[in-house]
Each structure stands twice: as structure tokens, then as C-alpha cells.
């Protein structure tokens, strides 16, 4: 737990410096940023007091830091504006705190890749399974050709794709998202087909990440060893082949849920979803430096926690990892 809180910190660090120290050694001011180009030399100066530009780098991080915890004031003589806790700062362009846009993008985003990863799992790793089992046959080859196509594919061609004939042309989904508390049923229809685009790039690299540790797996000894004692071959896949299997598909999840909990970007643009994703791609483009720190250090948080979930798991999985 300490290294996570470690790395956490690191994280944090690097994050700030990129945004906010990077940028003046290019000779970028981010007050200039926050009041525009046309903006008096006055209110520039008084925009870098209030966000204290002026401090040293660390001076500035301790503030960011204090501010995620308890809070921070930005102070200017006697404008003074108390940011409460999570505190990280506010839009250069709309002047609103940057957590509660967070706060409102993240249940769409969750909502995205929960979706999408219990239809990759299912899908990918019950092919994978199957087509090991069934190496070389018609189910094999036809599975291992879409999985390939899957992966080739990028997600804006397919995305586009679904849209065009699912909604646009044959009118079966309305796209139009809506919030799980406003209409249920429309928020489900909304996000059928983000989940089948996704998932579907997703399940083809898991299915042939299965097949590949499936095939390897079950030409092991203990499995021959169990099959040699008699054991139906139901349980030698479910109990023995497959927790060895879960291992890579462990370490591959961590690393793509965690990635997709900080914004699944092209999914999101591509289906208008008001996620992480979006909220980055439209801060990006309006130069807005808090939001996308904000964003950056969401999704940082969540890789972070979720290889630490993942290396939990191994010890439930892995007798071996526990006797280590």
C-alpha cells in the first residue's frame, strides 16, 4: 500500500509539472491561458497572484496537493475564492471547478467500460476456450479471422459503421444518451452499441490471448497428470487450464480497465458520450490545463488502483504467488 501511495504521489508530481512548468519553459504563460491574449498587464498579474504562478514549483505542487485534501483558497489582496476539497482548481474557460465536471463526466465513463468489459470477458475468453479446444477446425479459424479483423480495425471505423446502419439507417437504437436516474430503459438502448464497439475490439485481443495460453497450458503435465487420474475434462479445464489461464488475462485487464476508467476517447467522441473521454478531448482543444490535469490524474489513479486489484487477485488465483 505504501508504494501505491508512492507512486500516487510520483504521479501527481509529474502530472503537475508537465502542465504547468513545461509550458512557461516553452515561454507559455498559463495566466495568459486563464484571461486571453487581449487581457490588460494588470489582469494577467492578478490572475498569477490568485493562482500563485509566481511561487516556486514545489511551493505550487504543496499548494495543489493541500487543495486536493482540505481545500484551497485563491487569494488576490481581497478577492478571495475558497475552492473546497477535492480541490483541482478551476476551468480556464468556463471558470467552474474542475471536480464537479469530473464528477458529472465519471458515471458515464464507468458506466462505458463496466458494460464493455463483461461483454469482452464473456465473449473473448469463451471463444479463446473454445477454439483451443477446437484448434484447427472451421469454429477455430472463422473465430481467429473476426478476433483479427476486431483488432485491425480502429474503433471510429466501426463505430461510425454501427451508426450508420444500426441507428441512422435501420433506426433500431436511439444513440441519444441519457442518465440512468432520468430513463433507465433509454440509457441501456443509449449505450448498446458504445458497449458491442468496444467490447468487440477488446474480446478479440482476449480471445486470442486465450487461445494462445490455452494451447500452451494444456500440453503441461499436471494436465495430463489429471486426465491420466480419470478426471472428467469438464473439471480439468475449469479448475486446472483455466486458473492458470486467468493469470496474463489478469495483467492485460488491469492495465485496459484502468485505461478505460480514465476515458475511453475515441468511444466517446465517436458516440457523442458527455464521459472523461470527451471532457479531455474538448479541454484539449480550448487549452483548458486543470481539466485536462484533472482527467489525466483520474485515469492515472485508476491504473494505479487497478493493477494493485489485479496483484491482489494473483493470490487468489495462484496458490503459487501466495507460497512465494
Avoid at 202 to 218: D, F, G, P, S, V
Amino acid at each position: 500500500m505504501f508504494a501505491v501511495v508512492v507512486m500516487l504521489l510520483v504521479v501527481t508530481l509529474t502530472t503537475f509539472a508537465i502542465f504547468f512548468v513545461i509550458p512557461k519553459w516553452a515561454g507559455t504563460d498559463p495566466a495568459l491561458l486563464f484571461v486571453g491574449k487581449q487581457a490588460d498587464p494588470e489582469a494577467i498579474e492578478g490572475i498569477r497572484q490568485k493562482l500563485s504562478l509566481g511561487d516556486p514549483v514545489l511551493v505550487q505542487f504543496w499548494h495543489f496537493v493541500q487543495g486536493l485534501f482540505v481545500g484551497r483558497d485563491y487569494a488576490n489582496g481581497t478577492d478571495v475564492t475558497h475552492c473546497p476539497a477535492p480541490c483541482f482548481g478551476y476551468s480556464f474557460r468556463t471558470e467552474q471547478a474542475v471536480w464537479p465536471q469530473l464528477t458529472d463526466a465519471l458515471p458515464v465513463t464507468l458506466s462505458l467500460a463496466a458494460g464493455a468489459c463483461l461483454l469482452w470477458l464473456v465473449g473473448g475468453i469463451t471463444t479463446g476456450v473454445v477454439s483451443a479446444l477446437r484448434r484447427g477446425t472451421l469454429w477455430d479459424r472463422s473465430a481467429m479471422t473476426v478476433a483479427l479483423a476486431g483488432v485491425s480495425l480502429p474503433i471510429y471505423f466501426t463505430g461510425l459503421l454501427s451508426l450508420a446502419i444500426f441507428s441512422y439507417s435501420l433506426k433500431w437504437v436511439n444513440v441519444d444518451y441519457k442518465p440512468f436516474g432520468d430513463d433507465p430503459a433509454m440509457w441501456f438502448e443509449s449505450l448498446i452499441l458504445p458497449w458491442i464497439t468496444l467490447a468487440f475490439l477488446y474480446a478479440a485481443m482476449y480471445a486470442r490471448l486465450t487461445r494462445a495460453t490455452m494451447l500452451e497450458i494444456m500440453g503441461e503435465d499436471y494436465i495430463r497428470t489429471a486426465r491420466a487420474k480419470g478426471l472428467r475434462e469438464r473439471v480439468v479445464i475449469g479448475r486446472h487450464a483455466m486458473r492458470s489461464t486467468w493469470t496474463p488475462i489478469l495483467t492485460l485487464l488491469g492495465l485496459d480497465l484502468g485505461a478505460l476508467l480514465g476515458g475511453a476517447v475515441l468511444t466517446e467522441s465517436t458516440y457523442n458520450l458527455p464521459g472523461l473521454g470527451r471532457l479531455a478531448v474538448n479541454a484539449i482543444t480550448d487549452k483548458d490545463l486543470p481539466v485536462i490535469l484533472g482527467v489525466t490524474l483520474i485515469a492515472a489513479i485508476f491504473i494505479v488502483i487497478a493493477n494493485l486489484v489485479v496483484d491482489l487477485l494473483y493470490a487468489v488465483i495462484d496458490p503459487r504467488v501466495r507460497l512465494g
